[in-house]
């Protein structure tokens, strides 16, 4: 049984790559991008000494995020569903599945020091629901005009 704060992380240093996590972010570059989302919903992909490279789902429409994540169960390193379950990827293994192109939208670079909150890690077992949370939060742009965006990308 999990203790509530057991799915908190204080540092983006220490999450996990191929787990599901919630953040605040503020872009450090919120002027000059056309639209961003300050609540992004990350798979880490590689981590880098100033932050992380990651994939934000939110920039798909649910059940395009659905779609891709039914595509990253197949790199799971097991089918228990619990606290040891993660994704095996990196940006080399998702540059590689080339059948999904729509997850290119979602590769993001964030920078360590615009995180505005601990992490929140998803329970490898509530993967397939957060998915479907209405909580992106889109500045900008509506999230129609995010994902209308994110479906030309190719």
């Not at 996990?16 to 953040?23: C, E, I």
């Not at 569903?81 to 729509?102: C, L």
């Not at 360590?112 to 479907?132: C, E, L, M, Q, Y």
Request: aromatic fraction near 14%; include cysteine.
């Amino acid at each position: 049984m999990r203790e509530e704060g057991d799915n908190l992380v204080n540092s983006w240093t220490n999450t996990g790559p191929g787990r599901l996590y919630f953040v605040h972010y503020d872009p450090k570059h919120k002027k000059t991008l056309p639209y961003y989302d300050t609540f992004p919903l990350i798979i880490p992909l590689e981590r880098y000494k100033d932050g992380i490279l990651g994939l934000n789902l939110h920039y798909l429409p649910p059940i395009l995020r659905a779609k891709l994540l039914d595509a990253l169960y197949e790199t799971m390193s097991n089918d228990k569903f619990d606290e040891n379950t993660k994704m095996k990827i990196n940006y080399g293994i998702v540059k590689s599945i080339a059948k999904h192109s729509y997850f290119k939208p979602c590769i993001k670079r964030y920078l360590g020091n615009h995180f505005r909150s601990r992490f929140i890690k998803v329970p490898a077992d509530n993967w397939t629901a957060a998915v479907f949370l209405p909580v992106e939060s889109f500045e900008k742009q509506s999230k129609g005009k995010v994902w209308s965006d994110s479906r030309k990308m190719k």
